[in-house]
């Protein structure tokens, strides 16, 4: 049986063995880069927007434009991204919804940071700096899809774009099209974790890998945060009786037990059995997980906008 752990707990387990040490070298590398840019396109995972969002982002970003990308769109909520694209615009932030899979969304992204970038450009043609191309860089923690998205949005033309200012072997500009460069920075700008809750986010869509986080533990909160808010879609996908699933529910023992055995439940129905007909609970969460992450739950969007 799986043993409870406490916030306390699970934050000083991720911050021992999570939080890199290159941290640091990445966050003067970004910063260092950002004088070479005119616009800065942050990648987030359209399912836990906040989570994904590196809090020193905004912070060493500050004085520069930004584009706010919602990556994943197709796995999340339709209208929760809507909500999600009101909050950010709200709070003068542009935002656009994308699906670098299919490339549903990187033509928005593309005429969003030409729109961003229209009137800075007007000033300088009436410098006379006719047809200065716009400087733009990705930002994006882990698995949030920024290596599909600059294949998609490059239309996978990697080659530099000639020799420029600035510019070493570690740094290679894309073209995008006749107005845009991007300029690809090696490493990435990992997330520093406030709370548990941003842990599991980040857990549930992939970006925590499982030595930081028991498998079945994630899965198992997974499964409490479906029942309490997708458990329709969780039924449905696994053929449970909600009948069922509302009597193991209210049995009178631990929370934590009751939804423990609905993820036995799924485990029986994927065939999870191993020898005295016990259920394999850790190739039952890795089901769980892989489908979610997948998409294959359906549309689910884990942060929601009220």
Known sequence: MMKEKNDKEVSEKVSLNWYPGHMAKTRRQITEDLKLVDIVIELLDARIPISSQNPD??????????LVVLNKADLANAEENRKWIDYFEKRGIPAVLTDSNSGKGIQDCIKKVEQIMSEELKIQAEKGRIGRKIKAMILGIPNVGKSSFINRISKRVTAGVGNKPGVTKQKQWIRINESIELLDTPGVLWPKFESEEV????????????DILQRTEIAYQLTKFLLENERKLLCERYKLDEKRVE????????????IYEVMLEIGKKRGCIISGGN??????????LDEFKNGKLGRITIEKRD
């Not at 842990?199 to 499982?210: C, N, Q, V």
């Not at 259920?279 to 769980?288: P, Q, R, S, V, Y």
């Open 57 to 66: 982002i905004a912070q060493i970003t500050k004085n520069k434009k930004k």
């Open 199 to 210: 842990a599991l986010h980040l857990a549930f869509t992939g970006t925590i890998k499982e």
């Open 279 to 288: 259920i394999d609970d850790e190739k039952t969460a890795k089901i769980l």
């Open 247 to 258: 009597q193991i529910l209210s049995q009178e023992q631990a929370e934590n037990i009751n």
